[in-house]
C-alpha cells in the first residue's frame, strides 16, 4: 500500500472502529459481529505497525496505551466541582420546587419544567477533550482538588477518545469546540461486579463491598491493565464549559453530548410541574432492582438553562437542581450487645453491636443510638430483634425494635453512670440529650481529639493512624495536637517500631502538615457540630483564621448553610480557654493556612471589593437571587449599614437602613440602577 493509502485507511477504520464501539457499548445495538468488529481493529494494529508514526492518542488501539503512573497527580480547579443537594423525601422534593419559586418570585401555581435522571451511586469525573481529541479525565476529590486518572478512563469504552464529528444516530454533523468539559459518573455494572468479585474469589483475593467501591478501586489504578480487568461503564450528564456553545436546555444539552459519542443517563425524562417530577421519581424507584446499575435517586434539573443560570449556586450546590433519594433499605437482625463510645467532645455514644447482615449490598454489623433519649424512645433492649436501615454513606440506624420477639427476661438500657474509660462521673448538660464525661482531660477525648485532628479530612498527616496516636500518649510524647509539632527524633526512635526511617518519614509528614489551608485548620479544631461542610464555608466566609475567631454568633448566622444553634456554638467554642490556648500554641508552632493558595478563590468581578446591603423589596428579583448576584459578581452582602458598606441597594419599602445610608453618605441604587448595573 502507498504511503498516503495508508493513512487514509487508518482513518477510515478508526471511523468505523469509533462508529461501531458507540453502537455496541452505548446503544447496546450492534451492526456487525464481534468477528468483523476484531478484524478491523487487528487491520488498524497492524498497519500502525507498519507506521508509528501514525498513532496517535485518539486511536481506538492507543486505550491501554498507557504505561503505569508512579502516583495519581493531584489537579487543582479554578472553578469548583460541585456536588448536589439531597432530598430525602417527597416533601423536601416540593420544598426544593418552591424555593425556586420563592428565588425567582414565581408565583406557586406556576409549573416549572424539569428533567429526571437516574442518580448514579459512583464516582463523579470531569474530562476535558481540546479539539474534540480526550485530553484529560480527573476525579471530583474534594471539589477543588481532584486526581489525574487519564490513564485509567482511557480504558473506557463509553468514553469516546475523540468526539464523534456526526451524530452516530441522526448521521447530522457536530460542532466541535476548542475546549470541552464534560462531567459524568464512573459506575461499575452490576454484572461487571458480580463477575469480578467471582474472579477475585477464586484469587483467593479481596471481596469489593458493593459497585461504588469496585469501581474507585478500578479508577484509581497506577496501572491503566489493572482497571481493563475491572471493567467501568462513563455516564455523562453535564458539561461545564463549551467553547462557543451555548444550550437553551438541559434536554438539548444531553442530545448533543449524545450525537458526541457519549453515553447519557437512560431513562431520562421531563415533566412539568412537581407532582409529574415526583410521580416520575415513583416510577424510577419501581424500575430500580431490573436496571443494570446500582442508581441511588433520581437528579431533577431544571430544564431551562436560562433559569439555571439566574438561580446560580451557593458555595456548596447548584440551586436548580436536586438528587432525591429513594428510601432506605431495610432489614431485620438481632442486638447482641450495647457499647458505650466516648468521643472527643466527651459525649458517649451507645453502640448496638448487630448480628451481621446485608442491608443494601452492604454488611451492617453496628448502628448508632445516638443517645439515651432515643433508646427510651424507641426502647432499645439488649437482645431485641429490630430494624435496620441504611441509606447511601449514611451509618446505619435502628428504626424500631420488634416487640413480639422480645426475650421475657430483658431489661430496659441504661447508660453507665461512670465513662467507661476514665470512671469519672457522666454529666447531662442542660437542654441536652447528649450525655459526656465530666473529666475534660478524659483519655478517650484527648485520644479522639487527636485522631480527629490528623485525619485525611482534617490537617492530614501522611503514615500516621490511630496505632501510632495510642503509642505517643501512651509514652507520654503528646498530650494534645499541639504536641505533635513538639516531637524529637531522639524521643521517637526510642519506641517499639519505629526505626530510622519511619521516625523520620513520620516527622517530615508532621512537618508538612503545617502547611495546610484555613477549612482543613478549622475541621481540625473539631468545634462541636462543625464537619467539613461547615469548615469550608466557614473558611470561603471569612477568609482567615483571626476573622473566624472574632465572629458575633449574629455574623455566623448569616452565612447561607449554617444555622442559628451552629452559630452559636461556633462563638462559644472560641472563647473556651482551653481552645484559645490550643489555637495559640498551633500558631506558636507555625501552623500557616493562609498562603497555600487552597482557599477557594472569592468571585472575582466587578463589584470586588465592594460590600453591599439590601433593604426594601425589589419587584424583579427576590432578596436571595439579588443577593446571589451581588456575590457571584465579586461583591459583599451584609446585614446592617457601617462606614465600611459601598452601596445601599433599595426596594420598595426600605426601612431604617436607607435613613442611615443617607446620613452616613453612603451610595444609594434604586432596583433600576441596580438591574444596568449587573446588566453590563
Ligand atoms: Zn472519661
Given at each position: 500500500m502507498q504511503n498516503s493509502s495508508i493513512e487514509i485507511r487508518i482513518l477510515e477504520l478508526r471511523g468505523w472502529i469509533d462508529y461501531h464501539n458507540y453502537r455496541y457499548?452505548?446503544?447496546?445495538?450492534?451492526?456487525?459481529?464481534d468477528a468483523e468488529y476484531d478484524e478491523m481493529f487487528r487491520e488498524l494494529q497492524r498497519l500502525e505497525e507498519e507506521r508509528p508514526d501514525l498513532i496517535a492518542p485518539e486511536s481506538p488501539t492507543q486505550r491501554v496505551g498507557s504505561t503505569p503512573v508512579g502516583e495519581l497527580k493531584k489537579i487543582a480547579r479554578s472553578l469548583p466541582m460541585l456536588s448536589l443537594s439531597n432530598a430525602m423525601d417527597e416533601a423536601e422534593i416540593r420544598e426544593f420546587d418552591a424555593r425556586i419559586k420563592r428565588f425567582l418570585m414565581l408565583d406557586s401555581d406556576v409549573n416549572i419544567e424539569y428533567v429526571c435522571e437516574p442518580k448514579f451511586d459512583g464516582l463523579a469525573v470531569e474530562l476535558i477533550y481540546e479539539q474534540g481529541i480526550f485530553t484529560l479525565g480527573a476525579t471530583r476529590g474534594d471539589g477543588i482538588v481532584g486526581e489525574d486518572v487519564t490513564h485509567t478512563i482511557r480504558t473506557i469504552h463509553s468514553l469516546p477518545l475523540r468526539l464523534h464529528s456526526?451524530?452516530?444516530?441522526?448521521?447530522k454533523p457536530n460542532p466541535i469546540p476548542e475546549r470541552l468539559e464534560v462531567r459524568g459518573e464512573a459506575i461499575m455494572l452490576i454484572a461487571d461486579f458480580q463477575a469480578l468479585n467471582r474472579r477475585q474469589s477464586a484469587k483467593d483475593e479481596r471481596i469489593f463491598a458493593n459497585p461504588r467501591n469496585a469501581a474507585a478501586g478500578s479508577l484509581r489504578q497506577l496501572d491503566p491493565k489493572t482497571t481493563v480487568d475491572r471493567p467501568l461503564t462513563l455516564f455523562c450528564y453535564h458539561i461545564g464549559a463549551a467553547t462557543g456553545l451555548t444550550f437553551k436546555s438541559h434536554l438539548e444539552l444531553a442530545d448533543q453530548l449524545q450525537a458526541w459519542g457519549f453515553l447519557t443517563p437512560d431513562p431520562r425524562d421531563s415533566a412539568s410541574g412537581i407532582e409529574s417530577v415526583i410521580r416520575l421519581h415513583q416510577k424510577l424507584e419501581r424500575m430500580r432492582d431490573q436496571l443494570p446499575f446500582e442508581i441511588d435517586g433520581t437528579v431533577i434539573k431544571v430544564n431551562d438553562i436560562g433559569l439555571q443560570r439566574r438561580l446560580s449556586q451557593t458555595s456548596r450546590n447548584p440551586r436548580w437542581a436536586v438528587a432525591a433519594k429513594f428510601p432506605p433499605r431495610q432489614m431485620t437482625t438481632v442486638i447482641e450487645n450495647i457499647t458505650v463510645q466516648v468521643g472527643r467532645t466527651g459525649v458517649l455514644t451507645p453502640v448496638a453491636e448487630l448480628k451481621p447482615v446485608e442491608v443494601g449490598g452492604a454488611t451492617v454489623r453496628r448502628a448508632t443510638l445516638h443517645n439515651q433519649d432515643e433508646i427510651d424512645k424507641k426502647d432499645v433492649r439488649v437482645g431485641d430483634r429490630v430494624i435496620v436501615q441504611r441509606a447511601g454513606d449514611v451509618i446505619p440506624e435502628i428504626v424500631?425494635?420488634?416487640?413480639?420477639?422480645?426475650?421475657?427476661d430483658s431489661q430496659p438500657y441504661r447508660l453507665p453512670r461512670l465513662c467507661p474509660v476514665c470512671e469519672s462521673p457522666v454529666v447531662q448538660d442542660q437542654d441536652q440529650a447528649a450525655r459526656r464525661c465530666s473529666n475534660v482531660s478524659c483519655p478517650a477525648v484527648i485520644a479522639n481529639s487527636i485522631k480527629h485532628f490528623i485525619h485525611r479530612h482534617a490537617m492530614d498527616i501522611d503514615g500516621m493512624g490511630d496505632k501510632i496516636v495510642y503509642q505517643l500518649l501512651d509514652a507520654g510524647l503528646?498530650?494534645?495536637?499541639?504536641?505533635l509539632y513538639q516531637i524529637t527524633f531522639e524521643s521517637l526512635i526510642k519506641l517499639d517500631r519505629f526505626a530510622e526511617k519511619s521516625a523520620k518519614n513520620l516527622l517530615a509528614a508532621i512537618h508538612k502538615s503545617k502547611k495546610t489551608t484555613l477549612w482543613r485548620l478549622i475541621h481540625a479544631l473539631g468545634l462541636p457540630s462543625v464537619g467539613e461542610t461547615t469548615s469550608r464555608l466557614l473558611a470561603d466566609h471569612f477568609r482567615t483564621l483571626p476573622a473566624v475567631r472574632a465572629a458575633t454568633t449574629e455574623e455566623l448566622a448569616?452565612?447561607?448553610?449554617?444555622g442559628p444553634i451552629v452559630a452559636k456554638s461556633i462563638a462559644q467554642f472560641f472563647t473556651v480557654d482551653a481552645n484559645a490556648l490550643l489555637i495559640d500554641k498551633l500558631l506558636a508552632v507555625g501552623i500557616d493556612c493562609e498562603g497555600s493558595g487552597q482557599n477557594r478563590p472569592r468571585n472575582v468581578g466587578k463589584f470586588s471589593g465592594m460590600t453591599f446591603v439590601l433593604t426594601g423589596a425589589l419587584s424583579g428579583m427576590s432578596r436571595k437571587e439579588s443577593k446571589s448576584r451581588v456575590q457571584a459578581m465579586g461583591g459583599k452582602v451584609t446585614s446592617s449599614v457601617s462606614r465600611k458598606t459601598t452601596v445601599v441597594i433599595a426596594g420598595e419599602k426600605p426601612g431604617s437602613k436607607l435613613k442611615k445610608a443617607k446620613n452616613l453618605g453612603i451610595d444609594v441604587w434604586n432596583e433600576n440602577r441596580f438591574m444596568e448595573e449587573i446588566k453590563n
Open positions: 457499548y452505548a446503544l447496546d445495538d450492534p451492526e456487525i459481529s456526526e451524530s452516530p444516530v441522526t448521521g424500631k425494635v420488634i416487640e413480639s420477639k422480645r426475650l421475657v503528646i498530650q494534645s495536637a499541639a504536641d448569616e452565612i447561607d448553610g449554617i
